[in-house]
């Protein structure tokens, strides 16, 4: 499960460390593989993500903490690869 779940979180962290419009807000050394928040930078965009999301895909409650904003994908062991793989090409919403 440990090496699923490092795989899962490695798409997605590969994705955000190369991605122009989304940023990782975790420093890699400190990064969790369950919970990954990211930002756009502006509080419209990532508010229009979110609402793009829940209308648009199957993702939900991908909005962040109240307290951290931007965005949270939970990549729990439930999440399968495809999932992952989903939302990093999910890019353009």
Excluded: W
Excluded at 43 to 53: H, M, N, V, W
Aim: charged share 30%; hydrophobic share 35%; net charge positive.
């Amino acid at each position: 499960m440990k090496e699923l779940n490092e795989k899962k979180a490695k798409i997605l962290y590969d994705f955000l460390d190369s991605s122009k419009l989304f940023k990782g807000t975790v420093v890699p050394e400190d990064r969790s593989l369950m919970n990954i928040p990211f930002v756009t930078g502006s509080e419209e965009l990532d508010a229009k993500f979110c609402q793009g999301s829940r209308r648009n895909t199957t993702f939900v409650n991908i909005k962040g903490h109240r307290s951290v904003g931007g965005m949270r994908a939970s990549v729990y062991n439930a999440m399968p690869n495809r999932g992952v793989e989903k939302l990093v090409a999910h890019e353009g919403i």
